[in-house]
């Protein structure tokens, strides 16, 4: 217990010697040792920088504890990264460090559906651009218009719009104007349901595929049995064998379609 207790009081002593250190010794210490309590130190004092530069980032789509997260790990690199012998203040180095590092948390993290970071960046210049022609046009800007202030085709632009409608989720309960009818119209019911053909579709494709692999009996036996609902007495009349023949034909038919099946699950 004495010796927790004495290292504990060195601890003490230390970080209060620390405190009485300017940010230029600080500095001095933690690039010549790379102390941890040293760059402890120097996060403490300059955390409200990234406190100021989170609160400009608010109301974006991310939650501000997350950015603040971002934004003390980014001033955690710039510490990492900062050399005093090059004559600028911290400040002004952190900051964009610190401001990339949150950038960067949204490019990843802030789209509710992933989304090609080409069309990301593009997007962004996109906003950008919309902001600036409608200043310069005093109207709201074209499709064309961007498009040429960009350099780029009109497609991309409209593809870059579209994608940033994923930016952040919609709520399933939002509502729109209904042209003058009493009730609005939510978002939930303008969401199609899935269409019952496209299973039809599927298991239509399927067969065709399965039935590839049958001979011409088991064909026949296939659509008398399946389709054309004859019992097994009369295809067995027709094809002139017997009942079991034709039960163990529809078990070959069966098993035939399973190995498909798995095939097409692979």
């Known amino acids: 217990m004495k010796n927790i207790a004495r290292a504990n009081k060195m601890a003490l002593n230390r970080d209060h010697s620390l405190m009485h250190l300017t940010e230029k010794e600080l500095f001095i210490e933690y690039q010549e040792n790379k102390k941890v309590e040293v760059r402890n130190e120097l996060v403490n004092r300059y955390l409200y920088i990234a406190e100021i530069l989170s609160k400009k980032f608010l109301n974006k789509g991310i939650d501000y504890e997350d950015i603040y997260q971002v934004a003390s790990l980014g001033l955690i690199y710039a510490i990492e990264r900062f050399d005093l012998s090059r004559g600028f203040e911290f400040s002004s180095f952190a900051t964009p460090t610190i401001i990339g590092e949150i950038k960067k948390h949204f490019r990843d993290k802030g789209w509710s559906i992933r989304v090609p970071r080409r069309i990301?960046?593009?997007?962004?210049?996109?906003?950008?651009?919309?902001?600036?022609?409608?200043?310069n046009l005093q109207r709201t800007p074209m499709i064309k218009d961007i498009a040429e202030y960009l350099n780029c085709t009109q497609e991309e632009v409209m593809e870059a719009m579209e994608a940033s409608q994923v930016y952040t989720p919609k709520s399933l309960d939002l509502t729109y104007d209904n042209d003058g009818e009493d009730k609005d119209i939510q978002l939930i019911d303008l969401i199609g349901?899935?269409?019952?053909?496209?299973?039809?579709?599927?298991?239509?494709d399927f067969l065709k595929k399965a039935m590839r692999n049958l001979n011409e009996v088991e064909k026949k036996v296939l659509e008398d049995r399946f389709f054309n609902s004859k019992t097994q007495m009369n295809v067995a009349e027709e094809l002139n064998v017997s009942q079991m023949?034709?039960?163990?034909?529809?078990?070959?038919?069966?098993?035939?379609?399973?190995?498909?099946?798995?095939?097409?699950?692979?």
Request: hydrophobic share 30%; glycine share 0%; net charge positive.
């Open 120 to 135: 990301q960046e593009l997007s962004k210049k996109v906003n950008t651009a919309k902001m600036t022609l409608h200043q």
């Open 193 to 204: 349901e899935k269409d019952k053909n496209f299973d039809e579709i599927e298991n239509r």
């Open 245 to 266: 023949t034709v039960s163990r034909m529809e078990k070959r038919i069966i098993e035939k379609f399973r190995k498909e099946l798995n095939k097409s699950m692979e």
